[in-house]
């Protein structure tokens, strides 16, 4: 009863945020992004997606039988509508200084991870 009951906080918490969190991006930039995360975890849905410049961040989550998982992963735009994931970066709050640890410039991180987003 206790792992439902901590389930059902975990989902409703992150079915709140994505309520709130809305994408950041031209329409075409979010579409290219979805469908380049759903080819690469097709399991896991994505809450919200984050574009600045050639960079994306994606919040992504997964229900693993009773638990709710979430990550997020990083992407860059390889040319047009295609992007390539740079990096997963497992659960928790991720900061500024994971994404420009993979490339990303600290101007674009900053823009993709604000402070009430990321910690």
Partial sequence: MR???VGLVALTAMMSASVFAADVGTKADVAGVRAAVHQKFPREHVSTVRVAGDYAFVGLWEQAGPET???SALYKRISGDRW????????GAAQARDLIQNGVPASVAHQLCPHKFCN
Wanted: charged residues 15%.
């Fill in 3 to 5: 792992k439902f009951f």
């Fill in 84 to 91: 390539k994931l740079l990096s997963a970066l497992g659960g």
């Fill in 69 to 71: 998982v979430t990550t």
